[in-house]
């Protein structure tokens, strides 16, 4: 079957970096997105990445392994806003979006 | 502002009565989606159209009906739902589509909160 893990739940601090890790199986790649949804709203985009390595956005990065199945959001400069679930998703090789439940991140002052 | 609407944002209904769901796009898309979100459960695609023509159903039960009158309006008609089919419905749209998943980034609306009780 294909599964997307992501942990659960993560604190940090405010100020401090972060990093949410994404492990997937499935059925071919054709790339990874990540979005973040604040409670109570949509989720909105935040990347995609379909060849190794890493991307980086502002205070945001992401990282893609694909002979691992393996990719990571880097929150830097953490701030209160950022508290939020951060949602890892794979297109797989029949272009299948497979979401992982996300992970709710806690930014402590 | 996303782009994308929907209405309500918050619905309680009983489990014989009949409502109807709205998503619309301002953002020129040519595929629109509907989703549902559970608590602590990855999104659950439910209906993909692209052009309005529906290109999946992922065996969704027939208490839900979808309809895309145009590019720019989704619907989602609900009738003899069960409780367990309280949740967030959540509406996107994209540029196109590749295969069932989106060609691109998805735009999101901040979904309907539904309770059937």
């Known amino acids: 079957g294909q599964n997307i893990d992501q942990p659960t739940e993560m604190t940090a601090t405010e100020g401090a970096i972060v990093q949410i890790n994404c492990t997937y199986q499935?059925?071919?790649?054709?790339?990874l997105f990540w979005y973040q949804q604040h409670a109570g709203e949509a989720p909105t985009f935040l990347s995609y990445n379909v060849l190794d390595g890493l991307e980086e956005k502002g205070r945001f990065s992401s990282f893609l392994s694909r002979s691992k199945g393996y990719s990571y959001l880097l929150l830097k400069e953490l701030q209160m806003k950022d508290s939020a679930s951060y949602l890892c998703a794979v297109l797989d090789s029949n272009y299948q979006l497979i979401w992982g439940a996300g992970t709710k991140l806690i930014i402590k002052p | 502002e996303t782009g994308v609407t929907q209405t309500p944002r918050h619905l309680v209904m009983g489990m014989t009565n009949k409502k109807s769901l709205k998503c619309e796009q301002h953002?020129?898309?040519?595929?629109m989606y509907w989703y549902k979100q559970s608590a602590k459960k990855p999104l659950e695609l439910m209906f993909v159209y692209s052009l309005e023509e529906r290109v999946e159903n992922n065996s969704v039960p027939s208490r839900f009906s979808p309809e895309c009158p145009n590019s720019s309006h989704l619907f989602l008609h609900l009738h003899t739902l069960q409780p367990e089919d309280s949740a967030l419905y959540l509406c996107?749209?994209?540029?196109?589509?590749?295969?069932?998943?989106?060609?691109?980034?998805?735009?999101f609306g901040p979904g309907t909160r539904l309770t059937v009780l």
């Open positions: 953002l020129g898309h040519n595929a």
């Open positions: 499935t059925s071919g790649f054709n790339g």
């Open positions: 996107a749209s994209s540029r196109g589509t590749s295969g069932t998943g989106p060609s691109d980034e998805q735009f």
